[in-house]
């Protein structure tokens, strides 16, 4: 069963690059967000997904717990990076490197509810993520996951190569991620 499982995954995550390649040119051709202040570029947009604050969100998480709020995950695709933002509230959106925004994913409940199954996920990771200041895109071939807490922010970095045979220890939460992007694409409102 887990072996189907796995196979399931893989070809979820084949599906999801097929059409996110097949996509670049409209993405690229895309209007930038200009109706949030701070973007119109790809780093502005990326940027502000990094510093939302759980007081933005209207969270009040205890001192005493570290509580994972939001899960940016930036995925290097060759000729561009993808990332994905999305936050325990059910919110989430898109931002492509060529140009282009999916927003308005948490209006949509199966994207919604895609966003707090890969966020609330990410709590199960959080002994294998280090705290970090730098914020840097990932590395050629790999997947970047930054972890937004009431105690500061954390990351690590895999090989997607991992992800394709099956190896990583992050294959769910990256499974997971790609749902939502899947979802957001679909679901969510063009910018």
């Known amino acids: 069963m887990t072996i189907v499982y796995i196979i399931l995954i893989l070809l979820q995550a084949g599906v999801i690059v097929f059409f996110i390649r097949h996509n670049r040119k409209k993405a690229a051709q895309a209007q930038p967000a200009t109706n949030i202040p701070g973007t119109g570029t790809y780093a502005g947009t990326r940027q502000l997904a990094l510093q939302v604050t759980p007081q933005q969100l209207k969270l009040n998480i205890p001192d005493t717990e570290q509580l994972v709020y939001g899960v940016v995950m930036d995925w290097d695709m060759g000729d561009m990076t993808t990332t994905l933002a999305a936050y325990i509230t059910g919110a989430a959106s898109i931002c492509f490197s060529t140009g282009g925004v999916v927003t308005g994913g948490g209006k949509s409940p199966v994207v919604g509810e895609a966003a707090v199954e890969f966020v609330v996920t990410a709590q199960q990771y959080i002994e294998r993520v280090m705290p970090v200041t730098i914020t840097d895109l990932p590395a050629k071939g790999c ?3 930054y972890f937004l807490t ?6 690590a970095q895999e090989q997607t190569k991992h ?3 099956g190896s990583s220890p992050w294959l769910q939460l990256f499974a997971l991620g790609s749902v939502v992007v899947n979802e957001v694409r ?5 910018a």
Do not use: T
């Open 186 to 190: 679909d679901g969510g409102a063009a």
């Open 150 to 155: 009431n105690k500061g922010m954390f990351g």
């Open 143 to 145: 997947v970047r996951f």
């Open 163 to 165: 992800f394709e045979d």
